[in-house]
């Protein structure tokens, strides 16, 4: 077999069972095109030996027989996942050297199946941006190409995304605050599924805005997607806000038949301005899941257009109390202090050094709309405005939609540093059809449908009922089908 | 809503990040750009609405209060910029 690198997660899996391959020459593969993708970025601290390693435990157990379906798939790690030995910076000059003593519960657990880790992948820091232009190792460049520009692979997770597409690792984890799966996924022509909120332990994961994180999986399918989620979900004590609800298997439920179900699609979601092909991918979406048998209904989610101030007013304000852990104390960066400086000027003089301009900005978002007098003319209007788009989905499930059908992105990915000098709050409109999701808590999934008139992907986003991923990706695996996306991007790293 | 130097200092000081004095007015600005953003929420009439507390009505699990885990002096010091002794180690406090 030719191109190890190139093949799903699923596929692999089937060739590891049978004995066509072993996971040390898959592995070799992958850690082959990490070599010569250096140009993407993506990989920034990529752990050959550890992978090898691991290859090598997991070709043992395979022979042995009963492996899981993850034992010997190489998987990259967004930065983002405190991992045991491995740098884990977040993107971060504040974690700079920083070596966690502990394994996170997500990479736990895919460690516990088999899978072997690549390496770090870059990302906005904290997790904070939609294009990984704000990461301390620099951007990301997306495997897609159409003229002399460098495009942004989106963000936060934006390694995540340039490596799958670049078939640099099987699939990768993910995290979604906002957007930061579906967003990427889209622009690198990927599949991504941010869970329920709580499906997914986020211990061990540096924390954004904890009400709204949850990782996920980045992969080359739908199919694959369920695979990962599986291993990633469940669960875990040291999370307080994890569920402890069964995991179902979810490539089980890929049955490609979603007769007699109901997919809305929501009014509001049709925005001044949105491009034609936006229009069109959505339209075509629409039609290949009614031909699918799905009967397809118009829905109203009123409260829509206040989800990105709402969540621009709570993440901000979860940001600033999360990171204040961040004051050259226990970990990471401590500034070089003048005669005289006290314990304020430290943290001050750290915090300025260590952090970037976008989650500076962010911290102080947060801070103003926490302090005295504003707390609940901002932060607490913001909750309630959150409970409304929650109250519209749950209005919309109660009146029997199965799931909701969105475009994943307002445009395909544009090039970087073309937002340099646009205001932030353009930056932010990147996450207009994705946020809702993050504030009601529901699971998303983008997937590929399409090509733009310049020949870059574009996707869709479905949103499904709570804790029912098994459902949601049965429908992304029928409008998957349906669609026949297969377009990668010419390799010219 | 526009937010004046002032306040941006202010704002960066609770935050504890050193901001230069050049760098406020900028500053300010930006924070007006998203506050002005913010204030859309305004419209939205929210009166009786309880804040969202959790996705599907859940109890937050409980646990005995006991010591669950500990003695790991090494590990909670392995990635600190100043440990002595067992300690962390920071700037003068007090005087």
């Known amino acids: 077999m030719s191109d190890l690198n190139r093949l799903t997660i699923a596929a692999a899996r089937d060739a590891l069972r049978k004995g066509e391959l072993t996971s040390v020459e898959l592995t070799g593969a992958c850690l082959g095109a990490i070599a010569g993708a250096g140009v993407l970025n993506a990989f920034v601290h990529p752990t050959p030996?550890?992978?090898?390693?691991?290859?090598?435990?997991?070709?043992?157990?395979?022979?042995?027989?009963?492996?899981?379906?993850?034992?010997?798939?190489?998987?990259?790690?967004?930065?983002?996942f405190c991992t045991k030995g491995v740098l884990?910076?977040?993107?971060?000059?504040?974690?700079?050297?920083?070596?966690?003593?502990?394994?996170?519960?997500?990479?736990?657990?895919?460690?516990r199946d088999g899978a072997v880790m690549l390496g770090k992948l870059n990302m906005d820091e904290f997790a904070m941006g939609s294009s990984n232009e704000t990461s301390c190792y620099g951007n990301v460049v997306n495997p897609w190409k159409v003229d002399g520009r460098n495009l942004t692979p989106g963000g936060s997770s934006g390694g995540s995304a340039a490596a799958v597409a670049a078939d640099l690792c099987l699939g990768a984890t993910g995290t979604d605050t906002g957007g930061s799966i579906r967003q990427p996924a889209a622009f690198t022509g990927i599949v991504g599924i941010k869970p329920t909120y709580g499906r997914c332990s986020r211990w061990g994961i540096v924390a954004f805005a904890s009400s709204l994180d949850q990782a996920g999986p980045m992969t080359k399918d739908?199919?694959?997607?369920?695979?990962?989620?599986?291993?990633?979900?469940?669960?875990?004590?040291?999370?307080?806000?994890?569920?402890?609800?069964a995991v179902p298997d979810f490539e089980a439920a890929l049955t490609g038949d979603i007769r007699g179900k109901t997919i809305g699609i929501p009014k509001e979601y049709r925005m001044d301005g949105m491009p034609e092909e936006i229009e069109l991918l959505w339209s075509e979406g629409t039609a290949m899941l009614r031909d699918a048998g799905a009967r397809i209904v118009d829905i109203s989610l009123p409260h829509t257009k206040y989800a990105l101030p709402a969540y621009y007013v709570i993440a901000p304000a979860e940001a600033s109390s999360n990171l204040a852990r961040y004051d050259g104390v226990?970990?990471?960066?401590?500034?070089?202090?003048?005669q005289g400086d006290g314990i304020t000027e430290m943290y001050e003089k750290t915090r300025a050094e260590g952090f970037g301009p976008e989650v500076q900005r962010r911290v102080m978002i947060g801070t103003y709309v926490l302090s005295a007098g504003f707390y609940d003319a901002y932060y607490n209007r913001a909750r309630k405005v959150r409970a409304l788009i929650?109250?519209?989905?749950?209005?919309?499930?109660?009146?029997?939609?199965?799931a909701i059908l969105t475009p994943a992105t307002p445009s395909a990915a544009f090039g970087l540093g073309e937002m340099a000098d646009a205001d932030p709050v353009q930056m932010y409109l990147n996450d207009v059809f994705t946020v809702t999701v993050n504030l009601a808590g529901l699971p998303?999934?983008?997937?590929?449908?399409?090509?733009?008139?310049?020949g870059l992907p574009l996707g869709l986003q479905l949103i499904g009922r709570p804790w029912d991923e098994a459902e949601l990706l049965n429908v992304a695996y029928t409008l998957e089908r349906a669609a026949g996306f297969v377009a990668k991007p010419d390799k010219w790293w | 809503m526009s937010i004046d130097i002032e306040t941006a200092r202010r704002v960066a000081k609770l935050a504890r990040i050193r901001v230069d004095e050049a760098a406020l007015p900028g500053l300010a600005q930006e924070f007006s750009a998203i506050m002005g953003f913010i204030e859309q929420l305004n419209e939205v009439d929210v009166e009786g609405v309880e804040p969202m507390t959790s996705v599907t009505p859940m109890r937050l699990k409980r646990r005995a209060d006991v010591v669950t885990d500990g003695n790991q002096q090494a590990a909670v010091l392995a990635n600190a910029p100043d440990a002595r002794e067992g300690f962390f180690a920071v700037p003068k406090v007090v005087e």
């Open chain 1, 88 to 111: 884990s910076q977040a993107g971060s000059n504040i974690l700079k050297g920083f070596r966690p003593e502990y394994e996170s519960t997500v990479t736990a657990q895919l460690f």
């Open chain 1, 444 to 454: 998303g999934v983008a997937v590929p449908t399409g090509l733009d008139r310049q």
């Open chain 1, 390 to 402: 929650k109250r519209d989905f749950d209005q919309a499930f109660e009146a029997g939609v199965d």
């Open chain 1, 222 to 245: 739908v199919r694959d997607a369920a695979i990962m989620l599986r291993a990633m979900s469940g669960h875990d004590p040291k999370d307080s806000t994890s569920a402890d609800l």
């Open chain 1, 49 to 80: 030996e550890l992978a090898m390693t691991q290859a090598e435990g997991a070709d043992h157990r395979i022979k042995a027989g009963m492996a899981p379906d993850l034992c010997g798939i190489p998987l990259g790690v967004k930065d983002l």
């Open chain 1, 330 to 338: 226990r970990f990471g960066h401590r500034a070089k202090l003048a």
